[in-house]
């Protein structure tokens, strides 16, 4: 029987990579995006070469209802990863209660609610697990980044307790929290900016994305069978 993951924010740097790295694992995939269709075309047009089935899932998760969309079209899972996300830049007295909304909905309710919803396919499953990932501001803070690093810092609260809850059922959740990823995430920083980021982080340079990914997929594989709970940091030594 196939093992099939669902993959949220699939059209993205980390989603994208991810996809291709369970996919030569072996894995079929459900390939969320919201409005990248160009992008989910070619991503399943590349990830043809591999023996799986990967279908795409449009959903848009900022929205109240969107969690219900994306799970009408999901069926047999035995892995969630929750990737989807998107920054807010800009001084806390400026943020717009519209923005507060979907930003908390995107991060916190959306992954909250598909959790909930796909509990019982995952309690079917021999290998169910789940990975979100959270930021390196989700653990430390960013200041222009406030409300971005409260809906980060909440996923990590959801994993460290759902975890406890699902352990009995062999039901593993875990978080990544990357630093500075070299993804389109980046593009709004000048060369000027990306090189004082990079002086700041130990290694000297940012993450590639599937640095990321082959931490994603450790944590959906046996690799880490009694690795539950956690928050691996990928991010270069930068606030450790």
Known sequence: MRKFALITGASGGIGKQTAFTLAQQGWSLYLHYHSSEDGIKRLLQDLSRYDGEFIPVKADLTAGDGAETLLSQVFHVDAVIYASGRPLYGLFQDTKEHEMDEMWNLHVKSPMRILQ???????????GSAVIVSSIWGQTGAACEV?????????IALVKSLSKELARNNIRVNAVAPGAVNTDMMNSFSAEELNEISDEIPMGRMAEPVEVAQTIEFLV??????ITGQVLAVNGGWYT
């Not at 919803?117 to 309690?123: D, G, I, T, V, W």
């Open 221 to 226: 594989s046996p690799k880490s069978s009694y």
């Open 117 to 127: 919803a796909l509990l019982p396919k995952l309690f079917n499953s021999d290998i």
């Open 147 to 155: 409300l971005y690093s409260t809906v980060k810092g909440a996923q």
